[in-house]
């Protein structure tokens, strides 16, 4: 690009030869953009000419931003980290087309990308590239955006971190350079802003990797500087009081922070991999944890069944589903019900995620032997009306958990099964008998999350023939019915989805599902006499979700089987 503007500012008759030559020497030297080395030799007068002439030459127009007032509404119609990255800024909008204002107009893919993020078509005009960058500072309220924070950086001194010579108390006066604190702090306050529920930083060869995930999904960010891998992971661990020297094994903390006056708490991992550290900082935000159970997307009846059976005197609840399914949320949930000053709440997690007043909550420790099993038997001296147990691993664990349901304590658990059947199956497997399972279990939940389709960018979509036989419905179901999608919007991170929701299948424990339980019949036999009392499988409640526009028939697919 370099070569070739020149040589069209030679053959336009806006410099000499010799000028271009010139600059040509000072950019292999020195570095830099050639304009703004001929404005600095005094060839032009200001990168407006150039831009000015670039813009006729490639027949697409320039601007001078300095000169207009821009619609904020219209300039965030493109996401801040993709406008800084590729210095763009939308000036206007008319109709269906966009108008962005662009230094580098042979970086063609921009425009199909901007088309693609914003779904307008895009018309392209030059503007100069100091000007983009001064109307993104003042457009974007961003000041401590991570692309902002890293230009602070200074490289030269950061390195140091690399050293293996370095003492522990060299290595953290190194990496406490008030830029880098600024952007490892600005990198947890973004993920936080962004609703995202995990950070992962990812050493490669020859790239620093950054993914948030942000409703149940891994999504890509913009990547930190390479020569900073060791001095972000240090300050981590810093940060959770990890041992900065030892490199070899995993190591696990926690961080404390305060974002928008409220605390989050982050549970940090690190693990070594053969470039170097991998962190993943799990976001324990309070304001991300729903506590009302009637906002967690429980059919009306089902909210009926479970809300009656968390508050019996005794017997056992299960929740069930994959990791990240939303089972922690649901437990919480059922227990802020039951959080009054005369019930003592009991519980033992691993790990305890979410800090709540009023509930005596109990953090796990293998290593010394606070195990599941170890922990009920003590909380069974402790007087408790309700216990929780993070998750029922084993048959001692089992057992405990069965001998409190049936002597007068509610017990709440979770286990790693498909749906609410084979629940049953998977506890006498464990080997606990079947006449305990039917006397102690009261409800079984199943459950999966879906995320949400974002209400920003939703518009109707067609669904095949092929897709609609996979969905199980009947032709009278589908009579009517509109199939959504989301297709990406600022809002969204351009994802077409925002939140999640969960589809739940509740099998309360009745006399008839008890019956066969007891005659040791299969999990299929158990589904069948269930949905004869009126359960709803995780697929016939996922579809619900998507009758009512929630969620998108993708979502549906991915996370339920079929049930014919």
Known sequence: MASK??????????????????????????????????????????????????????????????????????????????????????????????????????????????????????????????????????????????????EDLDMENLEIVEEESLDEQELKSAIEDKPLVRLVDGLITDAIKRKASDIHIETYEKRLRVRYRIDGTLQEMAPLPYKLRAAVVSRIKIMANLDISERRRPQDGRIKVKVGGRKIDLRVSTIPTIFGEKVVMRILDPKSLMLDLTKLGFPERSL???????????????????????K??????????????????????????????????????????????????????????????????????????????????????????????????????????????????????????????????KEKVEVSDEILQRLGLSSEELKGLEFYKGKGCPACNNTGFSGRTAAYEVMPITGKIERLILEGKSSQEIQVAAREE?????????????????TTVEEVLGETASNQ
């Open 328 to 457: 922690t949320t649901t437990l919480y949930s059922a227990l802020s019900q039951l959080n009054k000053s005369d019930v003592n709440i009991m519980t033992a997690e691993d790990p305890v995620e979410y800090n709540i007043e009023g509930i005596n909550q109990v953090q796990m420790h293998q290593e010394i032997g606070l195990t599941f099993a170890t922990s009920l038997r003590s909380f069974l001296r402790q007087d408790p009306d309700v216990i929780m147990v993070g998750e029922i691993r084993d048959l001692e664990t089992a057992e405990i958990a069965i001998r409190a349901a049936l002597t007068g304590h509610l017990v709440f658990s979770t286990l790693h099964t498909n749906d609410a059947p084979s629940t049953i199956n998977r506890l006498v497997d464990m080997g606990v008998p079947t006449f305990l399972v039917a006397s102690s279990v009261r409800m079984i939940i199943a459950q999966r999350l879906f995320r949400k389709i974002c209400e920003h960018c």
């Open 304 to 326: 009926q069944l479970f809300d009656y059976a968390i508050h019996q005197p005794y017997g056992m609840i299960l929740v069930t589903g994959p990791t990240g399914s939303g």
């Open 534 to 550: 009126g359960m709803l499988t995780l697929r016939e409640a996922a579809l619900e979700k998507l009758k009512k526009g929630i």
């Open 5 to 150: 503007l020149g040589s069209l500012l030679v053959k336009a008759g806006k410099i000499t030869q010799e000028q271009l030559e010139k600059a040509l020497s000072i950019q292999k030297e020195k570095g830099g953009k050639i304009g703004q080395i001929l404005v600095e030799m005094g060839a032009v007068k200001d990168e407006n000419v150039i831009t000015e002439f670039l813009g006729r030459q490639l027949n697409i127009g320039s601007l001078n931003l300095t000169e207009i007032e821009l619609n904020p509404e219209v300039v965030k119609l493109i996401p801040v980290d993709i406008a800084r990255k590729f210095n763009v800024i939308a000036i206007s909008k008319l109709g269906k087309t966009l108008i962005v204002a662009i230094s580098d107009p042979e970086n063609i893919f921009v425009m199909d990308m901007i088309k693609f993020i914003t779904g307008f078509n895009v018309q392209l005009v030059i503007s100069n590239e100091n000007d983009i960058k001064n109307a993104l500072d003042h457009y974007y309220d961003d000041s401590e955006s991570l692309s902002r924070l890293m």
